[in-house]
């Protein structure tokens, strides 16, 4: 009996430290990313998620990292580079966590990279599956601001493109303060971003 509460102890204790080095690893990897060390904060989640098996936020942040960069990316390689690291670690985080609303937006964007790269080419090919994607993770959290505010960002983007009033959609947009305003992140490294790009959605599209 001594012996198996001496064990009991020492993986309690393991699994404590575990916890206490992958959240000193989140920590440090956010502050890198805070000073503009993109590169050093991007390793870094990559070397939590190998050795946190179980998380998948380290995946999502090196996903969503490499979404953000591609914006305006005009070089292919490049491009194809970043997204195709980011759709495997979207991969791997999704086998981690699945019907993830969180890593659906991120799916939606990492398509929408290629759309806003060449419209002609993956328009076609993607715009159904971000809808889809969009409409799926709405179903599944409609009170998650980042789900709600892309799925109409993306409604007004598709207005536009469309030639169509992007006025309606304005509504959605505002709507979506509250819920950040509200949110309650599960944790302090869960995904907690947005407003900023309501509030300049609302200040570029949805002013008179």
């Not at 699945?98 to 964007?109: D, F, G, K, T």
């Not at 599960?186 to 599209?205: C, L, M, Y």
């Amino acid at each position: 009996m001594k012996s198996l509460i001496i064990m009991a102890l020492l993986v309690v204790t393991g699994m404590t430290k575990a916890q206490t080095n992958y959240e000193k690893g989140m920590t440090k990897a956010f502050q890198l990313w805070e000073a503009d060390q993109w590169d050093e904060a991007e390793n870094l989640f990559v070397r939590i998620s190998n050795a946190e098996e179980n998380e998948w936020l380290p995946n999502y942040y090196v996903a969503f990292m490499n979404s953000l960069k591609s914006w305006n990316i005009k070089d292919e390689a490049i491009l194809k580079a970043q997204l195709d690291k980011a759709q495997e670690h979207l991969d791997i985080a999704m086998a981690k966590s699945e019907n993830n609303p969180e890593l659906m937006v991120i799916q939606a964007q990492v398509l929408t990279n290629w759309i806003a790269y060449d419209g002609m080419t993956y328009g076609m090919k993607y715009s159904g599956k971000v809808s889809e994607l969009y409409a799926k993770a709405y179903a599944i959290a409609p009170e998650n601001p980042r789900v709600a505010y892309c799925k109409a960002s993306w409604a007004m983007g598709s207005a536009r493109y469309f030639g169509k009033d992007t006025k309606p959609y304005c509504t959605d947009i505002e709507a979506t303060i509250e819920l950040f305003d509200t949110f309650k992140a599960e944790s302090e490294f869960h995904p907690k971003w947005g407003k900023d790009r309501v509030e300049g959605d609302i200040a570029t599209n949805c002013k008179e």
